[in-house]
């Protein structure tokens, strides 16, 4: 598999449990996420995310940026469904929140 990445997800089951915002943590993931596939992912699951196209510069410091990044990240869960290859079609299920790759 040469383009195995950013896998689609189906979900038939979402749920999103509120939880404490910590702006420092979600601050520090920023660098760590792949923005085109979180975006491609908040699009799939039908997410009224206000997020932008772009991670705003100052992200840091923009609590409304980092509330809606929070919501996304840590609040939503995906119960039921499946992750498919963009590739092969391959269809990896999704149970309990977790998704069987194998």
Not at 29 to 45: C, N, P, R
Request: glycine share 8%.
């Amino acid at each position: 598999v040469a383009k195995g990445f950013p896998l689609k997800i189906v979900a038939t089951k979402v749920e999103t449990m509120e939880t404490d915002f910590n702006a420092h943590f979600v601050a520090r993931m920023v660098e760590k996420l792949e923005w085109g596939a979180l975006l491609g992912a908040v699009e799939q699951l039908g997410l009224d995310a206000k997020l932008p196209a772009a991670v705003p510069e100052g992200y840091a410091e923009d609590e409304t940026f980092l509330r809606a990044l929070h919501h996304v990240i840590v609040e939503v869960e995906v119960v039921e469904g499946e992750l498919i290859c963009p590739e092969t079609s391959r269809k990896f299920p999704i149970k309990g929140g977790i998704p069987s790759m194998i």
